[in-house]
């Protein structure tokens, strides 16, 4: 009998650094907009490792509340089919970005507006993960100042804090780290 090896359907990642990340993937602001600000943190394992092959994307409404988000992210160029990068104009509410070696994530964007608490929805894929994760990253001043959300009223204030990031001294800049589990695992959401 002839051993066969097992194809991608019989086993579990990482494959997510080949073809799902794109150049300029957490460039969700255009460059040089006045408004942009930074979010980055680490993905973690159970052990408090860093995870260096997890892929972080980043959905969320635009400064105005919308959530129609402007086509752009994928562009190719007509001549080469090559990847042409974004168009650097439109902000598109999406973002893919792919850990580096300590397990460290970047992304450009803008403050999402809402009537509430503005949120960024979060989707984790990582290896050992049969599913991706999904979560949200909450900034710090919407919850100091009261905002409402029926997500973070349901939490008690200990699960709360995993979605809610940190500012940095650097003003308009944020962390957000992401714990796949155990002590201070990040609350994750379950859609059905």
């Known amino acids: 009998m002839t051993q066969l090896s097992p194809t991608p359907s019989h ?28 979010v980055h943190g680490r993905v973690h394992d159970g052990a408090g490792a860093p995870v260096p092959d997890a892929l972080v994307e980043l959905w969320q409404a635009g ?27 439109d902000f598109t509410g999406f973002g893919r970005i792919a850990t580096d070696a300590d397990g460290h994530w970047t992304a450009r964007t803008l403050r999402p507006g809402a009537p509430a608490a503005p949120y960024i929805s979060v989707c984790v894929h990582a290896r050992g ?26 939490l008690d204030p200990a699960r709360r804090e995993t979605l809610v990031a940190t500012a940095e001294p650097q003003p308009g800049t944020y ?12 609350v994750f959401l379950e859609f059905r």
């Open 175 to 186: 962390r957000f780290d992401i714990r796949l589990q155990g002590e201070g695992e990040t």
């Open 11 to 38: 086993t579990v990642g990482p494959f997510y650094g080949y073809a799902l990340p794109f150049p300029g993937g957490g460039d969700l602001a255009p460059a040089g907009h006045p408004d942009a600000i930074t």
């Open 129 to 154: 993960l049969l599913h991706h994760l999904y979560t949200r990253l909450y900034f710090p001043e919407d919850v100091q100042r009261g905002a409402t959300d029926p997500l973070l009223a349901a």
């Open 63 to 89: 400064p105005d509340g919308s959530l129609s988000g402007a086509p752009g992210s994928m562009r190719r160029d007509p001549v080469t089919g090559g990847f042409a990068g974004r168009n650097g104009v």
